[in-house]
C-alpha cells in the first residue's frame, strides 16, 4: 500500500501454543478500502459468529481473532477429512493516520466490515478562499 496506515501480511496457516494445547489458526482473507474519511477493512470468515469475534487495538496493531465449532461431535469417528476447524487470527499494523478511537464494526454473511476512521489530520478538507 502506498499511505502506510495499515500494513498487511501474506495467507497461510499458523499454529499457536496456548495453556492449553497447540491450537491451529487460518489467516483470513482481507480486502483494504480506502476512502476521504475512513478506511475499511473487509475480512473473510466463513463459518464464524458474530460472538465468537475478537476485535482489540492495541499501541499500533489491530487483531481479529475468532474460533469455529467442531464440525463432528466428540462421540463420533471421522472417517474422511478436508474441512477443518481451525479458528482465525490476523493482524494488521496501523499507522499514526488512523483513529483508534473511532471505528465501527459490522459482521454480515461471513465477512468482518471494519471501519477504521482516519485521524482529523488525515481527512481531506476544503479551504475557504477569502
Sequence with gaps: MTNNEIAVQRNGAVREQTEQAA???????????ETPEAYLLLVDMPGASKDEIAVKIERNELSIRAALPSHHDRDSKIIYRELQ????VRTFALGDGV????VDAHF???VLTLKLFKSETMRPREITIN
Design 23 to 33: 491450537e491451529r489458526y487460518t489467516i483470513p482473507n482481507a480486502d483494504i478500502i
Design 85 to 88: 476447524s481451525a479458528g482465525y
Design 99 to 102: 483513529d483508534r478511537n473511532n
Design 108 to 110: 454480515d454473511l461471513g
